[in-house]
């Protein structure tokens, strides 16, 4: 549903005679229809600080509570950015505690499933930091639990609100690059320091990284039939802040290749061992980190996809490739959850997609049985394509 319908819909079956009062009467209606969506945020570690100085620019989203079982951590978050919300040292305290619609999970990775399940049991919608399960199993299942409880779930990232995102897209639909053949997607950096789950099993550099090429790159060219992969550890040991050394469990290196429809192949590498100067504050990045071939065209995006610069479009024999898409639109890797938020305040349905967002949480559970089997891995999941 979109607001210019809703609105249409509001006319036709408005009967008020006086102009003044249909004025008002929409006024009024706009305010319905935009609700203040409350928000309860638990896990208030490093990502906190980007969402919660993002969801406060929005006038749609109000922060009443926040959770995390280091309490002083969410007491911290409170006094920081002066929310003036309650603070809960756990998930059950905070269910009991300040009503509110939109649950956004920041833990550890491997929290996510367990804790998403319990907000979703409790009547609430959910964003979930990635992954939003363990397991595609464990993700499937909580979508079905959504459906069956009338609430909604959503998984990070952003990825495909970007407009370099929707260029690309729109540019493949046309058909400007032809026949798709190949394409490529690489992210990296070495590897956080302030949290060992990281590193821990279910953690590692696909959940953490590689997921943003696996959802721009089956955004763009649609779901993956089958998956092969190489995973390995190369830093069997971490220094991690507080703690000190810790035991690596889970791959810190990774190749995937994709098979999409059409014979169309796609290769993802990500890690913890990059050297990249702009791996974590991509703000000055000039890679091309995605690469689209076909054989009429090609198309690189400069920067990451979590924080695109541009995208240079080549499909002329006489003509030098062009710059396209310099401008963000304000787009921040950040902004899921204030676009939900936004989606639910205005009954409208966000481009993100939990089905995708499945899809690529089936990909990196197929990664690691490809990788630990030397097979290669047949997805069973899908998502509505394309994406714009
Ligand atoms: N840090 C980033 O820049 C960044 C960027 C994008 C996405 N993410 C994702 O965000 C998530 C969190 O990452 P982070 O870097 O903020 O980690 P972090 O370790 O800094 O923060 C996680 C917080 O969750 C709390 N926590 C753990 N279990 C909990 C529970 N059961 N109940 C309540 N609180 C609990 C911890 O005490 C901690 O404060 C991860 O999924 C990560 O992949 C992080």
């Known amino acids: 549903m979109n607001d210019a319908l809703t609105r249409a819909a509001f006319l036709q079956k408005t009967s008020l005679a006086s102009a003044a009062l249909l004025l ?227 791959e810190d290196n990774a190749h995937i290749l994709l098979e999409h429809d059409n014979g169309v192949i796609s290769h993802i590498m990500c890690g913890f061992n990059y050297f990249d100067p702009f791996g974590h504050e991509a703000k000055n990045q000039t890679l091309h980190s995605i690469q689209i071939f076909g054989d009429k065209g090609n198309m690189r995006l400069i920067g990451y996809d979590w924080e695109p610069k541009s995208v240079i479009l080549d499909n002329s024999w006489t003509e030098p490739p062009q710059i396209h898409q310099t401008d963000d639109g304000g787009y921040q890797w950040q902004e899921g959850a204030t676009r939900i938020a936004g989606a639910l305040s205005k009954n409208i349905e966000p481009r993100i997609n939990v089905l995708h967002s499945l899809h690529v949480l089936e990909i990196i559970e197929a990664a690691r049985k490809s990788s630990k089997e030397g097979l290669k891995v047949k997805l069973v999941s899908s998502f509505p394509f394309p994406m714009v």
């Open 24 to 250: 008002s009467s929409l006024e009024l209606f706009a305010a319905a229809e935009e609700k203040i969506i409350k928000v309860a945020i638990i896990g208030c570690g490093s990502v906190s600080n980007r969402y919660i100085v993002h969801l406060q620019s929005s006038p749609l989203v109000k922060i009443v509570s926040l959770c995390d079982i280091k309490i002083e951590r969410a007491e911290a978050q409170n006094k920081k950015y002066n929310i003036g919300a309650n603070t809960y040292n756990h998930i059950d305290a905070l269910l009991k505690g300040n009503a509110f619609d939109l649950m956004l999970t920041l833990t550890d990775m491997q929290m996510h499933g367990a804790l998403n399940k319990i907000a979703l049991g409790a009547g609430k919608n959910v964003w979930s930091e990635k992954p939003l399960a363990n397991t595609y199993a464990e993700g499937k299942a909580l979508v079905d639990y959504a459906k069956l409880k009338g609430v909604r779930i959503w998984g990070a990232p952003a990825v495909v609100t970007s407009p370099q995102f929707e260029f690309m897209s729109k540019t493949i639909q046309q058909g400007k690059l032809g026949k798709l053949a190949s394409a490529h997607g690489q992210y990296g950096h070495t590897g956080p320091t302030w949290s060992s789950f990281f590193y821990e099993p279910l953690g590692g550099s696909m959940p953490d990284l590689g997921v943003y090429n696996m959802a721009t790159l089956t955004g763009l060219l649609g779901p993956a039939k089958s998956v092969m992969a190489m995973t390995s550890i190369v830093n069997k040991e971490r220094e991690i802040d507080e703690k000190g050394i810790v035991q690596v469990k889970e």
